[in-house]
């Protein structure tokens, strides 16, 4: 390719700096695509002719709406299609955005905004079709580090806006599966690739010296910043950097930056980076500690089954203590005297264990997995109040509370009779009990709801109701019982019960 050649073939947004980031709620999304060159408008004039409309969104009538794709039908979910109804596509972007930005939220809450996130709905009746609310539950998924639904649910949708495909192309990034990124990249018309995005994809083309080329002009260009020149140098030749010191860490880096980094032999550890990078570290590739690190915390937030966790953290033998090493060693010897159905053991090694479950706040995971078969044993004392404990916690928690034969304390049977939905009468000396306990006992939708029920808004209504109920974990007791008593009202019984639960057993994590 000749130089004139790769001029003519540069974005025509060229001009625009290399560090500009697109409009997210993602702030670490790679620059994949120039950002297109803004219209010029006329010189001022007295002719009406001459004046332009602002912000302008041109959609073929024909294109699909981004906002009705979804990989739940309704009848997975139970949710009717037209929940959104009458709220507008911007109000519901902005509370997703709001509540997947915490990073402690409920499982309950988790669950119910995923469901959310992935159901096939029909678009709000309010929406300029731009977008917008598939972007936010696109960056949904991403921040809680659900990339493969992110992933499945973008190419359902079709990657029909840059904004969209940049959010596929770094997802592809993270998951390893960079060569689709760039194939689609190469063959979509209308996407002008940035020149990092190019020169990346040039080279896992084979077209290394395409790909040098563009890098030496971008350089002169001064289109690319000198630390991402430094860093496509040494992806590109690497021979020629032998023997110099390691490239400084980025303080902010994107997929691409992270991706590069690992090429050249220089990874970044995943941990201090967000959530969605820690897929990487489950590739077979990457050393066993990392990848049981990477497990901990993607299974801690629902991003990873508990089967594939528990596969991962059963692959050796650990070879260190302290820290993970402990809690791998812990969970081990735990299933290893749960396989032999050894009662005794199984009653020594599970305090051990649920505390080491605990301390990673895998609880819910564990439960998943074991509630079950600790249910079945003829386990006492404290083993038999912690399997009690990993009961609720589980999935299955009403059908084994009402086979349990255990006899219960008071605080016991307070917890059994969420799991059953018949509280006891007593009154609860603790006050996050009562709260709980008089969200079950009301009736109807809570006044702070109404409007947006009666509004025909109820999509919106829930969504509020998950930031009732993390306001209510949070101390606000009124808001903990209007959320019980409102999923209660709309038919979300085991939302409301597991919520309960999980506010009374679970230690809240960061």
């Given amino acids: 390719m000749t130089l004139s050649l790769l001029l003519a073939a540069l974005p025509l947004a ?3 700096a290399a560090g500009d980031k697109p ?3 993602i702030d670490w ?6 950002t297109p060159r803004p219209l010029t408008a006329p010189e001022a004039s007295d002719i009406s002719e001459n004046a332009l409309p602002e912000e302008v969104t041109v959609i073929p009538l024909d294109a699909p709406d981004p906002d009705a794709a979804g990989l739940l039908p309704a009848s997975t979910t139970g949710l009717p299609r037209n929940l959104w109804g009458a709220s507008t596509a911007t109000d519901i972007a902005r509370r997703i955005t709001t509540i997947s930005a915490r990073s402690d939220l409920l499982p309950a809450s988790r669950r119910l905004l995923n469901t959310l996130v992935l159901a096939e709905l029909d678009p709000p009746v309010q929406s300029d079709r731009d977008g917008r609310l598939f972007l936010a539950r696109i960056d949904a998924l991403l921040a809680q580090g659900l990339l493969d639904e992110a992933d499945a649910l973008m190419e359902l949708a079709g990657l029909t806006t840059p904004e969209i495909f940049r959010r596929a192309f770094d997802t592809k990034l993270l998951l390893g599966t960079e060569d689709a990124a760039c194939a689609r990249l190469n063959h979509t018309p209308g996407l002008s690739p940035a020149l990092q995005a190019r020169i990346f994809c040039l080279a896992r083309g084979g077209d290394w010296s395409a790909a040098a080329l563009t890098l030496e002009t971008g350089e002169a260009l001064g289109l690319i910043r000198e630390d991402q020149g430094t860093l496509l140098a040494r992806f590109l030749d690497p021979e020629l950097f032998e023997g110099e010191p390691p490239l400084p860490v980025p303080d902010h880096p994107t997929p691409l930056t992270f991706r590069l980094m690992e090429a050249i032999g220089e990874p970044l550890p995943t941990s201090s980076l967000p959530l969605a990078f820690a897929q990487s570290d489950l590739r077979a590739t990457s050393g066993w500690k990392a990848r049981a690190t990477a497990a901990e915390r993607l299974a801690r937030v629902g991003a990873l089954s508990p089967n594939r966790w528990l596969g991962i953290w059963s692959e050796h033998l650990p070879a260190a203590s302290g820290g993970i090493w402990d809690r791998i060693d812990a969970l081990q010897s735990f299933e290893t005297a749960l396989a032999r159905n050894d009662i005794e053991i199984v009653s020594l090694r599970l305090p051990k264990v649920w505390d080491a479950m605990r301390a990673s706040g895998l609880q819910p995971v564990f439960a998943e997995l074991f509630a079950q078969r600790l249910a079945a044993l003829p386990l006492t004392g404290e083993a038999s109040e912690i399997a009690f404990e990993v009961a609720l916690l589980s999935p299955d928690y009403e059908k084994i509370a009402l086979k349990w034969s255990m006899p219960l304390s008071r605080d016991q049977i307070f917890l059994h009779g969420i799991a059953t939905g018949n509280l006891p009468t007593q009154r609860q000396s603790d006050a996050q009990a009562r709260a ?6 009301a009736t109807g939708v809570p006044v702070r709801l109404e409007t947006l029920v009666n509004e025909q808004r109820l999509g919106e209504a829930i969504l509020r109701g998950i930031e009732l109920l993390e306001g209510g974990a949070a101390g606000d007791l ?3 019982s209007d959320a019980i008593q409102f999923f209660r009202a709309i038919g979300l019984e085991a939302t409301a019960r597991r919520a309960s639960l999980e506010l009374l057993l679970l230690e ?3």
């Fill in 478 to 480: 009124d808001e903990l």
């Fill in 29 to 34: 999304l790679s620059d994949t695509l120039e």
């Fill in 23 to 25: 409009l997210s709620a």
């Fill in 508 to 510: 809240r994590r960061g």
């Fill in 14 to 16: 060229a001009q625009t």
């Fill in 436 to 441: 709980i306990a008089a969200g079950f006992r």
